[in-house]
């Protein structure tokens, strides 16, 4: 997630103008793996902020808040939705 968001931003940055595409494109690769109700595994601050994951004790992290609602955009949302559906429905070896 975080490695995909870079490179996006990257792009943006060296960017001319600000291409409405890969903005959505930017929030998609941010905010899938995010919940509406802000239950999920994050790698994001509430401002954007990608952590950088160093620990592997789930204490390390129980404080950070994560994006929810109305923060996640709508984008996101929409293709967090499909994975998850996509997952369910795909067969796995």
Same mark, same amino acid.
């Given at each position: 997630?975080?490695?995909?968001?870079?490179?996006?931003?990257?792009?943006?940055?060296?960017?001319?103008?600000?291409?409405?595409?890969?903005?959505?494109?930017? @929030?998609?690769?941010?905010?899938?793996?995010?919940?509406? @109700?802000?239950?999920?595994?994050?790698?994001?601050?509430? @401002?954007?902020?990608?952590?950088?994951?160093?620990?592997?004790?789930?204490?390390?992290?129980?404080? @950070?808040?994560?994006?929810?609602?109305?923060?996640?955009?709508?984008?996101?949302?929409?293709?967090?939705?499909?994975?998850?559906?996509?997952?369910?429905?795909?067969?796995?070896?």
């Amino acid at each position: 997630m975080g490695v995909d968001a870079r490179i996006i931003e990257t792009m943006r940055t060296y960017s001319e103008k600000q291409e409405p595409r890969m903005v959505m494109a930017h @929030n998609i690769a941010l905010h899938h793996h995010q919940t509406y @109700n802000g239950k999920v595994y994050s790698r994001l601050k509430p @401002n954007g902020t990608i952590l950088n994951l160093t620990g592997r004790d789930y204490a390390d992290y129980q404080d @950070n808040v994560s994006p929810s609602g109305k923060e996640i955009p709508i984008e996101a949302l929409i293709v967090g939705a499909a994975d998850c559906y996509d997952a369910l429905r795909s067969r796995w070896p």
